[in-house]
């Protein structure tokens, strides 16, 4: 538990100041073929401050957390905003003061397990498959869980407290068949500690049995016909296109930095069918899978809308750039270990449900596919993306039809977006994955399935 009484520092702040103690809590499990490859538990923490001063940031951390340490961060911090003063002065910077206090924890109210248990857990998951499915040519399973735990004052009025969770198991499976190695992968999990997120292993049962069927599917299946193509895709594909090709164009140190969101502002960008927003914490009364309350600058964390009916709304700012673009601060800025300078960063970024059913929009498709899972993929600043897709099927006359072997898709996201003609009403969130930007940070993505145009991969 982190819960110091940061106040009492306050006084050694002379400029703008951040200061933050955390620790990142991390558990590791791996069973491959039901040998332990895997078992680590582990914990990071430590002190940080940042200082500006004239414009020129300083930063300083220690991973020792004492009075003396952390005094002595704040003078660190605080010398070197002053030393890169000297080599250039910006001018005194005038940041958008939103003070707000947060206390928020997600501590388990179940009987903690410990390492032995969870690994208990997962042997009996495996026994399951190994007995069941006994045709695998290998099986793996990985356990994974954070704890972000942060303590946080700002010289501007902010405090805040949290300790925000995740767990996932992730089940690989392979099949070998007639030479050819076959993969599916399912994900189970989400925001809680493992004891509020996995009762017991039989929970998972049905969620191996839909893994292994897909696997079989797609040992019989084909390849998809290259080429643009009517497809849905599914809530989990729509919400890493969202976070992956359009959400990072619009984090604005991205668009300072010339993403081709900057020409687009108050632009009609996607079909009107298509609203995207980056929720801090809740939607429609529910936590969102990555609640963030309050951001690492101490900026109260708010919903942020980036596309409004088709049209570029705003961006995702921290507070400098707010400042330079002259926006609103969003309560965008975050940082994975104490070492760390927070970022402009997303927290929960989804497409908004539309009204149309998933059968109803599968039926629409006379000659297309149905893409349900991907894997690895990119984006760059110009939201041109290329993803890979493990699970797939054919549509044929308004009918899901046969699988299709590992492929991928390809395109300009905005244009993928101007194509959407039905977008479904339900909403699927994720937040298995780890965003990449300089460093690694949990996120939640999500959405409904949508009815597009995109470029498909072949044999």
Known sequence: MLKIDLSKYKKEFTEYTELRV???????????????????????????????????????????????????????????????????????????????????????????????AKIEFMKKLDDYIKTKYSDLSSRTLVLTALDMEKNMITSDGSNSYSMIPKAHIYAILNKNVNGENFEVFKVTGGSGQFEDVFKKPEDLFKEIDEAYNNLIEKTEGVYAIAGMKDVVLDAKIAGILAHEAIGHTTEADFVLSGSVAADYLNLEVASPLISLVDFAHTFKGEKCPVPVYIDDEGVKAEDKVIIENGVLKGYMHNKQTAMQLNMDVTGNARAYAFSDEPLVRMRNTAILPGKSRLADMIASIEDGYYLVQSSNGQADSTSEFMFGITL??????????????????????????KSVTMVSDDMDWNCSGMCGKKQPIPVGMGGPAIKCKVNIGGK
Not at 29 to 36: E, K
Not at 406 to 414: N, P
């Open 392 to 417: 797939g099927y054919e549509i044929k006359k308004g009918k899901i039809g046969k699988a299709i072997r590992d492929t991928t898709i390809s395109g300009i996201a905005f244009d993928v977006l």
């Open 22 to 116: 955390q620790e990142n809590r991390n558990t590791n499990i791996v069973l491959v073929n039901g040998d332990i490859m895997d078992n680590s538990s582990s914990a990071s923490s430590g002190i940080s401050a940042r200082v500006n001063k004239n414009g020129n940031w300083g930063f300083a951390s220690n991973p020792v957390i004492s009075d003396e340490e952390i005094e002595k961060v704040i003078l660190s911090a605080t010398e070197n905003a002053n030393f890169l003063g000297t080599k250039q002065s910006k001018g005194k910077v005038a940041f958008q003061k939103r003070p707000h206090s947060s206390q928020n924890e997600f501590y388990t109210k179940q009987d903690k397990k410990d390492q032995n």
